[in-house]
């Protein structure tokens, strides 16, 4: 069965410094990638999608994420992090067939940013 | 923009009280889907429709039902609500049934169940 597994449960960065969360997923052809952010007591996000051509995607809020098929994975990245980007992060994949437009969650990352 | 609304953020209940979660999208889509969201156990489909008065279980259907007489919104119907119902309900839509699409997500309801 398609999987999406992020190791992280909970991250905590220094304001300023880069950020890269972890995604995992498990499918055999290409998949499509999401990822989203969910602000406290809020409904998510998304930041950006992956679902062909260049594996280095951009998204909103400065965030970036990089697909490598050689380790089916997707991490997020940002090179500096402000205190407002503390949120949860979900990553998704695109169920088998995709016919529906059903995703598969993670579990999600929590961010925390110290001052 | 897309915008998905539903209808409380907050809701509190009796058990075995029947409960309507009500969620409206306005961009013409589709897709709806209803989650509920756990802590450390993420989101997990609950139900979700690709048209009028269609409907298919997700992952944990049980204890739920679901309605859509019109395309712009669709119910999420707990006939008697149990305590282990408690959680946080967000309901999402995406354009076509035809996949994938990025899915856009209301602000979620979070229902206590006594």
């Known amino acids: 069965a398609q999987s999406v597994t992020q190791p992280d449960i909970h991250i905590t960065v220094s304001e300023g410094a880069s950020l890269e969360l972890r995604c995992n997923y498990s499918?055999?052809?290409?998949?499509?990638l999401f990822w989203y952010v969910q602000s406290p007591g809020q409904g998510l996000q998304l930041l950006l999608k992956?679902?062909?051509?260049?594996?280095l995607v951009q998204g909103i809020k400065g965030f970036e994420a990089e697909f490598k098929r050689s380790q089916s994975s997707f991490n997020l990245r940002k090179p500096s992090v402000h205190w407002s980007d503390a949120a949860e992060y979900f990553c998704a994949v695109a169920r088998y067939g995709g016919s529906q437009g059903n995703l598969i969650f993670g579990k999600g990352t929590k961010l925390s940013v110290k001052p | 923009d897309v915008k998905v609304t539903q209808s409380s953020r907050y809701l509190v209940k009796r058990t075995g009280e029947k409960v309507f979660l009500e969620c409206v999208q306005d961009?013409?889509?589709?897709?709806m889907f209803w989650y509920r969201q756990d802590p450390g156990l993420g989101l997990r489909l609950i139900y979700f429709s690709y048209d009028v008065k269609m409907k298919e279980k997700g992952d944990i259907p049980e204890g739920y039902s679901v309605s859509r007489e019109k395309k712009e919104r669709f119910s999420l119907i707990l006939e008697s609500a149990s305590t282990n119902q408690t959680s946080m309900y967000l309901c999402a839509s995406s354009l076509r049934r035809e996949g994938p699409y990025e899915q856009y997500f209301g602000p979620g309801t979070r229902l206590t169940v006594t």
């Open positions: 992956y679902f062909s051509g260049d594996t």
């Open positions: 961009m013409d889509h589709e897709n």
């Open positions: 499918y055999g052809a290409t998949p499509y």
